[in-house]
């Protein structure tokens, strides 16, 4: 995302982005001084007002760990001490440690493990108290790298006009959430920031119910690599019974992105170190200032994000000697082809323009590669090993069905590219894992697909993109009030398809189907996926409509490509 936030500093003039307008809107405080009563203590938040003008209240900053620092840096995350006075909650609390978008500067703080609760009721302002709400948690993207939940990203003010009770959690980012060490005895498996999001999962299951939330139903839901965290959940025995429903935007566990290594030579590279043991490393890096360690990160970035396998962060199988509790003693992959997983009503769709978000990682005339290295498209999931005769065969074919057989370039075959780009890494993930969820679970599942261009679109206006498609990230303005985005004008597409947007996601949280009656907003039914090959997906555009088999010629292609793999025999 490096190059994305260039683009963003270097515009000259940010005031259609952070207008008065949007900033107060999402800021608005009515009155201070809620006070909720947790598991660990008191907690005083704010009285906001949300996007039809009604009330809600604001609890940022609520930590559910203790601060990963010191001995508890790379190690799974512990329970928060109780506190004894009435915790602030009115303040953001801190994001993990990354790069800020606008200085180029390391930001962030390792104590980043909180969470803020958004909800429309309280028991102290509720007579009723035994009428529970729905519960949405949203875990956010950023390539494992970046992002954070504050209140300026993701708003709750469309989403908790809805009647719905909404908690954004913070999670270790980078190496400080993604380390993986082979040495049993050093309890650093790898995974500690998804057991984060399992710790802050547990965290709702005791405490939400202060909120008025109801913790027998709780829908997990995020976008990009919150995506692919949501369905490693839903795939994670140790997620078991945390949440009733889950919601993947553009992201699944079958992205190859998704996956992490053990990475002991390319840290030691980093660090300018002499090849040492996990042992020798691991006390390295427990005393090494953060600083050095996100420098150390971001050469290792530079270097990988070159490749299309699995990527130095993310999921990774954690070692057999390991003792403690495991996130994945098993590939994810195996687990949802074999149906062990936790199944719940679940939701995957995408942007029909996802790849378009490439162009913010990688700059344009280096697109090349997607054409020039024959093997660089094949995905990490297969487990071929590059320069294979395998590996070039399917390379070769996979470049041939997107570009042909002439010349290629950026300049002509733009389309082509973006179309690669969301296949390959979106589309095709997403798609298979519909199908397998529909084979081996017997709750419903839907697809979607995001297809309206609209002013919402900034990610794609500010990637200067002319050609058709949404780009990646951009469905999150209909879902929340974003410095990035302006608030609609009232009965304007923008503001119609982000009241449906949010009405369909909360009615999923509310009763496991996003269209359960006739409703005259929505205008249409979204059919669950059967077991037949005639897979229905919700197509959002400027009317919602049931299509049949997305993008159906590429998605055969990318059977025929994944029938001459070997992922399952090596996994």
Request: glycine share 8%; hydrophobic share 40%.
């Amino acid at each position: 995302m490096n190059l994305f936030y260039h683009r963003l500093k270097g515009l000259r003039d940010l005031s259609f982005i952070l207008s008065p307008k949007s900033i107060m809107s999402t800021f608005t405080n009515l009155e201070i001084g809620p006070i909720a009563t947790i598991k660990d203590g008191k907690v005083r938040g704010e009285i906001c007002q949300d996007a039809r003008g009604g009330k809600f209240y604001s609890f940022t900053g609520i930590p559910y760990a203790k601060p990963p620092i010191g001995p508890l840096r790379f190690k799974a995350p512990v329970p928060v001490d109780p506190w004894p006075d009435t915790l602030d909650a009115t303040k953001a609390g801190n994001t993990a440690v990354q790069e800020n978008f606008l200085t180029k500067l390391i930001d962030g703080s390792e104590d980043c493990l909180n969470l803020n609760v958004y909800t429309p009721c309280l028991p102290s302002t509720n007579t009723n108290k035994n009428v529970l709400k729905p519960v949405m948690v949203f875990i956010h993207g950023g390539s494992f790298l970046s992002g954070s939940n504050r209140k300026d990203l993701q708003g709750p003010e469309l989403l908790i006009s809805e009647d719905i009770v909404l908690v954004a959690i913070n999670y270790r980012l980078g190496l400080f959430g993604f380390l993986a060490l082979d040495d049993p005895s050093l309890d650093v498996p790898g995974n500690a920031a998804f057991k984060d999001m399992v710790l802050a999962l547990k965290w709702v299951q005791n405490n939400i119910k202060n909120f008025l939330g109801d913790p027998n139903n709780v829908t997990i839901f995020g976008n990009s690599a919150g995506a692919a965290s949501v369905h490693f959940l839903v795939l994670s025995p140790m997620a078991k019974g945390l949440f009733q429903k889950a919601l993947c935007q553009s992201g699944s566990a079958l992205s190859s992105w998704a996956y992490g290594y053990k990475m002991v030579d390319q840290l030691t590279e980093a660090l300018n170190l002499d090849k040492v043991s996990d042992k020798d490393l691991f006390n390295y890096l427990t005393n090494a200032p953060a600083e050095e360690i996100f420098r150390a990160q971001n050469y290792i970035d530079k270097k990988t994000i070159k490749c299309n396998r699995h990527r130095f962060i993310g999921a990774v199988v954690e070692p057999s000697g390991y003792t403690g509790q495991k996130f994945f003693s098993e590939h994810p992959v195996k687990l949802l082809l074999s149906g062990r997983y936790n199944k719940v009503p679940m939701i995957m769709g995408y942007n029909s323009g996802d790849g378009m978000i490439v162009d913010g990682m990688v700059e344009p005339e280096k697109n090349y590669i997607y054409w020039t290295d024959k093997e660089f498209n094949v995905p990490g999931l297969l487990n071929l090993e590059k320069g294979s005769q395998l590996s070039k065969q399917l390379g070769d074919e996979i470049i041939r069905f997107y570009f042909g057989n002439g010349d290629i370039s950026r300049e002509t075959h733009l389309k082509e590219f973006y179309d690669i780009t969301t296949d390959n890494s979106f589309l095709r993930g997403i798609f298979m894992s519909v199908r397998q969820h529909c084979r081996t679970s017997n709750h419903p599942i839907f697809m979607y697909r995001l297809s309206l261009e609209s002013d919402i679109c900034f990610y794609k206006q500010l990637l200067d993109i002319q050609l058709p498609g949404v780009c990646h990230v951009d469905e999150l303005g209909y879902l929340f009030r974003t410095i990035l985005t302006q608030i609609p004008e009232p009965n304007s597409i923008e503001d119609l398809t982000q009241r449906r947007v949010c009405r369909m996601w909360t009615n999923f949280a509310k009763y496991g189907n996003p269209t359960p009656v006739k409703d005259p907003l929505l205008g249409a039914i979204w059919e669950p996926v059967t077991k037949s090959n005639h897979i229905p997906f919700l197509d959002i555009w400027e009317d919602l409509k049931v299509e049949y088999n997305p993008e159906i010629e590429r998605m055969m292609f990318w059977d025929k490509i994944y029938s001459n793999g070997v992922m399952v025999s090596k996994l």
